[in-house]
């Protein structure tokens, strides 16, 4: 079984200032692992993943995500953030077994990007 | 090609009907994942579906919710004797296979009266 934990239930930052999204997963299989961003009222978005590889994983909208396995982090990290950035942001894990690929989720961070 | 696809976005229900949540899967996609969102919380998953079976109900409330994906349309989750803490956010996401990203649909909102 997985879990997720978000510690930042909210991060207000100003407009062009960087942000950093704090995630921590435990598992006791190798994971792959996720970001989502939520507008009000919609979908997820998949922003970024990391499946294997190189641990710094780039992504949509200029985001960034490093995979720490001795941390069992997965922080992430914009250098300016802009208005449209204001949503909520799900960290999420999936084992990598057979039998599907169903997510445990964070229960979320909400950036609020101010002028 | 059209994203994945769920109605109605909005249903209200008062307790003790039945709710019947639609998701059509992305073409070409042949497993289906169910979410739940209750309010000021994260994504809990609930079902894994590929056409005509079901391979994960471990997120599954054991009475009331049944869920299925049949060779031909939608796959569905239903509620039956819906009470108030049924209220959510059902969310569906298709893959075109297991290991694959998951594409998450707009959601239905439930809100039982």
């Known amino acids: 079984a997985q879990s997720v934990t978000q510690l930042d239930s909210q991060v207000p930052v100003f407009e062009e200032a960087p942000v950093e999204l704090r995630c921590n997963y435990s598992?006791?299989?190798?994971?792959?692992l996720f970001w989502y961003v939520q507008y009000p009222n919609q979908g997820l978005q998949l922003l970024l993943k990391y499946l294997s590889g190189s641990t710094l994983v780039k992504g949509i909208n200029g985001f960034e995500a490093e995979f720490n396995k001795s941390q069992t982090s997965f922080h992430l990290r914009k250098p300016s953030v802009h208005i449209s950035d204001t949503a909520e942001y799900f960290c999420?894990?999936?084992?990598?077994?057979?039998?599907?690929?169903?997510?445990?989720f964070g229960t979320g961070t909400q950036l609020k990007v101010e002028l | 090609n059209a994203g994945v696809m769920q109605n109605p976005r909005h249903l209200v229900r008062r307790r003790g009907q039945e709710a019947r949540l639609r998701c059509s899967p992305m073409?070409?996609?042949?497993?289906v994942y169910w979410y739940r969102q209750l309010p000021e919380e994260g994504l809990k998953f609930m079902v894994y579906?590929?056409?005509?079976?079901?391979?994960?109900e471990s997120g599954m409330p054991k009475e009331r919710f049944s869920a299925e994906f049949p060779k031909e349309g939608p796959s569905i989750l239903r509620i039956q004797q819906v009470v108030r803490g049924d209220s959510a956010a059902y969310f569906c996401?298709?893959?075109?296979?297991?290991?694959?990203?998951?594409?998450f649909g707009p959601g239905t909102r439930l809100t039982v009266l």
């Open positions: 996401a298709s893959s075109p296979g297991q290991t694959n990203e998951q594409f």
């Open positions: 598992s006791s299989v190798s994971v792959y």
């Open positions: 073409k070409g996609h042949s497993h």
């Open positions: 999420a894990v999936s084992g990598v077994t057979g039998g599907g690929n169903k997510l445990t």
């Open positions: 579906l590929q056409k005509e079976n079901i391979i994960d």
